[in-house]
């Protein structure tokens, strides 16, 4: 558990706490949409996903050092 809680930062406590907030308001307002529209905000920090913003899902680009040799073409008339 404790391992657990060491790598939570600001932003994933702050998404978890607004995503808490909506499940509320959507009981309160017995709009059943919004609570689980809220629960997927507040699933979303517990398990570490989100969407892809800044560069988040990049792949790697790889990397050869392989030299590109000079082609000839023939020309074909």
Request: hydrophobic share 45%; charged share 20%.
């Amino acid at each position: 558990m404790r391992n657990y809680l060491r790598n939570w930062s600001f932003m994933r406590v702050l998404r978890l706490a607004l995503g808490i907030f909506i499940v509320v308001q959507g009981i309160m307002t017995k709009e059943w949409l919004i609570v689980g529209l809220g629960g997927l905000f507040s699933l979303m920090p517990l398990m570490n996903i989100g969407c892809c913003g800044v560069s988040g899902c990049s792949t790697s680009v790889p990397r050869s050092n392989k030299k590109t040799e000079d082609i000839t073409y023939e020309e074909v008339r």
